[in-house]
T-cell receptor
């Protein structure tokens, strides 16, 4: 059974600081996703990482993937209040069908002025 | 850009009643997924369809069923509702297999 673990689950940080969210998964994966969710809202796709060593950046967020370690990171640079949200990593297992994603528990991020 | 449409957005039902949730995928997306998200929880995969055929099955209760129609929209039918079914139900669509899943706004179901 695929397990996805995120840490930390809760993070309070100040604007301007840097921090990293970690996502570990237990079995070989086709691809790894990062989603953002604001309270009571939908999930917004941030990044999809396909191969070992993949790195993607969008604004103050950068995601990377190490398939050998089964680890992905989401790095936040010079955080701003607008980045406050819950961030989920999600893993797509190896397979040929329309496989459902397995999500981590999410990291609830609060960025304070 | 067009997004996934879900209806209704909010639904209140009594225990043991039935509910039908609808999902209209992004145009030209042929793959639909259903997820359930309880309060403070991560989304749990229920079921998926590709080209109108069931593709993958997750933790969907036997009381629930779903299908995808010829126009690619999908419906999730829920019977004998229980208090524990209260949750946000998301539909996601993708333009094929192993493509990014784009989530709809969700249907908030409250069972009293």
């Amino acid at each position: 059974e695929l397990k996805v673990e995120q840490n930390p689950l809760f993070l309070s940080m100040q604007e301007g600081k840097n921090y990293t969210i970690y996502c570990n998964y237990s079995t070989t994966s086709d691809r790894l996703y990062w989603y953002r969710q604001d309270p009571g809202k939908s999930l917004e796709s941030l990044f999809v990482l396909l191969s070992n060593g993949a790195v993607k950046q969008e604004g103050r967020l950068m995601a990377s993937l190490d398939t050998k370690a089964r680890l992905s990171t989401l790095h936040i640079t010079a955080a701003v209040h607008d980045l406050s949200a819950t961030y989920f990593c999600a893993v797509d297992i190896v397979g040929g069908g329309a496989d459902g994603l397995t999500f981590g528990k999410g990291t609830h991020l609060i960025i304070q002025p | 850009a067009a997004g996934v449409i879900q209806s209704p957005r909010h639904l209140i039902k009594e225990k043991r009643e039935t509910a039908t949730l609808k999902c209209y995928p992004i145009p030209r997306h042929d793959t639909v997924y259903w997820y359930q998200q309880g309060p403070g929880q991560d989304p749990q995969f229920l079921i998926s369809f590709y080209e109108k055929m069931q593709s993958d099955k997750g933790s969907i209760p036997d009381r629930f069923s779903a299908q995808q129609f010829s126009d690619y929209h999908s419906e999730l039918n829920m019977s004998s509702l229980e208090l524990g079914d209260s949750a946000l139900y998301f539909c996601a669509s993708s333009p094929g297999l192993k493509e990014t899943q784009y989530f709809g706004p969700g249907t908030r179901l409250l069972v009293l």
